[in-house]
């Protein structure tokens, strides 16, 4: 009896290491499997960590080439804006320039007004005194030819 209650435990023990030797199998397997998933997701996180590096530098590059672009068309915009303030100030200049002509031409127009009405006047005159000096001329002809006369009538009468 002893003999067969050792049998029917070393049976019980035999089952009981069976179960366990499945059942530690079966986690070894279970425990692979995960291990395998974990291994890939691991390979995978990893070339998604490398992808991200890689965008993080094109990214990082780009960034650089746009702050770049961003600080040479702020220097540009204050050369513009510094190239508008001077030709603001030139187109002033130019327009007090512009106004003081207007007002020298105005003044030029009035003299040439003044002086071709003076040449109106002295041209006028001019020939006022051309037909006096002529009338003059006529009479001392005739005063002449009178004092011819009479000296040939006064040499006649000697």
Do not use: C, P, W
Request: proline residues 0%; glycine residues 2%; without cysteine.
């Amino acid at each position: 009896k002893i003999a067969s209650q050792k049998l029917e435990e070393a049976s019980q023990a035999a089952d009981e290491s069976e179960r366990l030797r499945k059942m530690l199998e079966h986690r070894s397997i279970t425990d692979e499997e995960r291990m395998d998933a974990l291994e890939s997701q691991l390979k995978e996180a990893r070339m998604m960590a490398e992808d991200a590096d890689r965008k993080y530098d094109e990214v990082a590059r780009k960034l650089a080439m746009v702050e770049a672009d961003l600080e040479r068309a702020e220097q540009r915009a204050e050369e513009g804006e510094s190239k508008i303030v001077e030709l603001e100030e030139e187109l002033r200049v130019v327009g007090n320039n512009l106004k003081s002509l207007e007002v020298s031409e105005e003044k030029a127009q009035q003299r040439e007004d003044a002086y071709e009405q003076q040449i109106r006047v002295m041209t006028a005159k001019l020939k006022e005194a051309e037909a006096r000096a002529e009338f003059a001329e006529r009479s001392v002809q005739k005063l002449q030819k009178e004092v011819d006369r009479l000296e040939d009538e006064l040499v006649h009468e000697k």
